[in-house]
């Protein structure tokens, strides 16, 4: 999986999805997810989560993401805390 982001705040480490994702999920739809998460944009992720995420570039922490296909399935995309990795799962993967 290879996506560039233009002017990410953050390096995702191994970018990995998860097999239910893969099938599940349209190959665009995560790429642009994908470029959205790395630059910030959190997503459907509620006003508390969002501000962890903040927080967390700012200290260190794991980055969650929520986001939803134009067909309404949800996805995460969660980067470790230590930006070694990045993963694009469903919920049920977690």
Request: glycine content about 6%; hydrophobic content about 40%; some cysteine.
């Amino acid at each position: 999986m290879s996506v560039i982001a233009v002017n990410p705040r953050f390096h995702p480490g191994h970018l990995m999805i998860t097999r239910n994702a893969k099938d599940a999920l349209p190959h665009v739809e995560v790429d642009a997810a994908i470029k959205r998460h790395l630059q910030g944009d959190w997503g459907d992720v509620c006003p508390s989560d969002w501000q962890l995420n903040e927080d967390a570039l700012k200290q260190g922490g794991r980055l969650l993401s929520v986001y939803h296909t134009q067909d309404k399935v949800k996805f995460w995309i969660i980067t470790e805390a230590d930006y070694s990795a990045t993963t694009v799962l469903l919920p049920s993967d977690y």
